[in-house]
């Protein structure tokens, strides 16, 4: 069973410009969450997905968004970007309906800004 | 609203020596409770978790935990340690209509040959 697959796995940006990382959850997995993790305020927790649906956001600031598509892949998006915003970002996907089964990550997407 | 506090930001044990990680957490309602694993440029693994069931929770790589309401803690222990759990250690909660994890500072272990 193939894992939850980040894409790309390195990103340079330049400050201003947008981006947008994918994630393809574990077939089957309804629920799709990203995190944020810098040395300074360690995993953040951006926003959660099920079904399409955002059921919890995080404390981040408008620029950050995401979205998930029918095939429960999600896609999140930073725009104008900041030197702050470098940081590995990393996508998690359970089945959704109950949270006896965890989250599994992915590999992350490792984001610079510059 | 839900937090975990982990007990030193990093653990240093001699190969073949106990491992202890401590966990401490705050939460409102029921909590399910992690411990994930992160080796350098990677994302996290999930060692265990805690749902209600036996507060005795055994994991991968010969990890364990055990859930201690009284306590509210969840401390992850192995009574071994070998050089390959040498990463850095993150204890997580959630729980309620809440699908997130609220995460620890995380610990980081080095392994002392």
């Known amino acids: 069973k193939a894992g939850v697959t980040q894409t790309p796995r390195y990103l340079i940006k330049t400050r201003g410009q947008q981006v947008t990382l994918s994630c393809s959850p574990i077939?089957?997995?309804?629920?799709v969450s990203w995190y944020q993790q810098t040395p300074g305020q360690g995993l953040q927790f951006l926003f959660e997905y099920f079904s399409e649906t955002q059921r919890n956001k995080g404390n981040f600031p408008g620029r950050f968004s995401g979205r998930q598509f029918s095939n429960s892949r999600s896609e999140m998006n930073v725009s104008t970007l900041e030197l702050g915003d470098s940081a590995l970002y990393l996508c998690a996907s359970s089945p959704g309906d109950s949270q006896n089964y965890g989250y599994t990550f992915g590999s992350g997407t490792r984001l610079t800004v510059v | 609203a839900q937090s975990v506090t982990q007990l030193g930001s990093h653990v240093s044990v001699s190969e073949g020596a106990l491992v202890l990680l401590r966990c401490n957490y705050s939460s409102s309602v029921p909590p399910y409770l992690f411990w994930y694993v992160q080796y350098p440029n990677q994302g996290l693994q999930l060692l265990l978790k805690y749902t209600s069931a036996a507060t005795l929770v055994k994991g991968i790589n010969g990890f364990e935990a055990e859930f201690k309401k009284s306590e509210t803690s969840f401390h992850l222990t192995k009574p071994s340690a070998h050089m390959s759990d040498a990463a850095e250690y993150f204890c997580?909660?959630?729980?309620?209509?809440?699908?997130?994890?609220?995460f620890g500072k995380g610990t980081l272990l080095t392994v002392n040959p």
């Open positions: 077939s089957g997995h309804r629920s």
């Open positions: 997580a909660v959630s729980g309620g209509s809440n699908y997130k994890l609220t």
